[in-house]
């Protein structure tokens, strides 16, 4: 009999379809699973893949039974998976890195001008009809040449941005939690703690991954430290920064702007976000590119085949001890 694969929901590409040559493979629908059909679809099965807007606890893990051996995440970030429950169970998780990595980074960038150069509030203004020919003060925003940029992880992600943030001419810090001065030395950049990061910062795009350390590391106090000219960019989770004093501060001038792709609750963006002039807001889209989302779907499809032919997959996340 074939080994059985579960997928929640349908991914760019023929990528699944190649998978149904050596498994059984049940595909969820293009709506999202909600989590009686999930944990009713799993029963039995040998392999998930799963979105990180699913939950996949113990529940999800009982009800799958002893036959699963990989969950194959089809996102870089995995908060969304109980990884020392599928430790126990000696079941596989893996992510999909590398492949996302300049597609995330474009988009903190995206964010960052979006935001410094009013590109959104531009917009906005056109389609209200406001747009009545050019003036020397309209929408007049900051440039980005010489401007500190903060960088919070050091992960791919973190340093593609580097990369491009050099190139246009912005002064590179960052923070994370291991140093690496050999990086330092080859990007120019330079290391600080989180605290004086914050304080010297025109710009901090966060890319750490979400875990019980990133959890709201970014909240009232360490808003506070930043300058009041200052913009925040999220790509990474909402989880990272406490949004609701991210609002207060964005309300009461206490920074400058943000650009958000990730909310706390992303079924419901709380309304006054979305009354803010000074932030630009994306539906968690920046991985969304064709070749990212491709080569996503390549990755977590290759996972599953390898674990469920004996092999140990490239991109393992959990069963670290
Ligand atoms: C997207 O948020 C991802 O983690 O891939
Ligand atoms: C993700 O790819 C990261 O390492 O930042």
Not at 130 to 139: I, R, S, T
Not at 180 to 201: A, R, T
Not at 256 to 275: C, N, Q, R, T, Y
Request: charged share 30%; hydrophobic share 40%; glycine share 8%.
């Amino acid at each position: 009999m074939k080994q059985r694969v579960f997928v929640t929901h349908k991914l760019p590409g023929k990528e699944i379809d190649k998978l149904k040559e050596d498994f059984e493979v049940d595909v969820w629908s293009d709506k999202d699973i909600g989590r009686k059909d999930l944990i009713d679809k799993v029963k039995g099965v040998d392999g998930i893949i799963s979105l990180l807007t699913e939950k996949i606890d113990k529940e999800v893990m009982d009800a799958a039974g002893e036959n699963l051996k990989v969950i194959a995440n089809y996102a870089v970030g995995f908060d969304n998976v109980d990884c020392e429950e599928a430790d126990k169970r000696k079941i596989v998780v893996t992510n999909t890195p590398g492949v996302l990595t300049e597609s995330v980074a474009e988009h903190a960038i995206g964010l960052m001008f979006s935001v410094m150069k009013r590109i959104t509030e531009g917009d906005k203004f056109i389609r209200e009809g406001k747009f009545a020919g050019w003036e020397p003060d309209l929408l007049v925003g900051t440039g980005v040449r010489d401007k500190v940029l903060g960088v919070v992880g050091l992960g791919r992600i973190g340093r593609w941005t580097v990369k491009l943030a050099n190139s246009l001419g912005m002064k590179v810090i960052y923070h994370s939690r291991t140093r690496d001065e050999e990086y330092e030395e080859m990007e120019g950049v330079v290391y600080h703690s989180l605290e004086q990061l914050l304080e010297m910062s025109d710009v901090v795009s966060l890319s750490v991954p979400l875990h019980d350390d990133t959890k709201g590391m970014i909240g009232k106090k360490e808003l506070k430290l930043m300058k009041r000219s200052a913009v925040l960019i999220n790509t990474a989770r909402g989880g990272v920064v406490e949004e609701k004093d991210l609002i207060e501060a964005l309300k009461g001038g206490v920074i400058a702007g943000a650009g958000l792709d990730v909310f706390w609750d992303e079924s419901k963006i709380p309304v006054d976000l979305i009354k803010l002039q000074n932030v630009t807001l994306t539906p968690h889209i920046a991985s969304a590119t064709i070749e990212a989302r491709l080569s996503m779907a390549k990755l977590a499809v290759d996972s599953v085949r390898s674990v469920l032919l004996g092999r140990m997959p490239e991109m393992v996340v959990n069963m670290k001890k």
